[in-house]
């Protein structure tokens, strides 16, 4: 039998690099919790509620899945998050902000996810890839 928390720690840990492609981080994936350490080392911890990193993967594809092909806009922010982003989803598992910088690239990783930057726009959007 496969053990889910090894099979997601094998699939979510390594290098990313944030949706504009600016800052590098990396994940670690620990007790159920997904770690972002940044290039300087400052530690993110992104606690999810039940620790459930597993059901918000799913639930975020589905979700890319669900919107037209625009996609939607990430909206990575500390604070208050913005409507109809990624961000403001993600708040549905976890309280932590900035959550899009992190699980956008993730997503990406998986090869569910393509981010990009529309012309005449500087923020990154995120759609389902299939």
Known sequence: MIDETETLKL???GEYQ????GSRFRIDYTDRTLIAITATGYRILLNFKDN???NMLAES???LQSLNSDGIR???IHGPAANDTLEIFLRNFSNS????TYVAPLLKKLGKAEIFIPPNQN???IRYKS
Request: aromatic share 8%; proline share 4%.
């Open 11 to 13: 699939l979510i840990e």
């Open 18 to 21: 944030s949706p504009s492609e």
């Open 52 to 54: 459930q990193v597993n």
């Open 61 to 63: 594809i589905k979700f």
């Open 74 to 76: 990430i909206g990575s």
């Open 97 to 100: 902000g900035g959550l899009g």
């Open 123 to 125: 923020a990154a959007w």
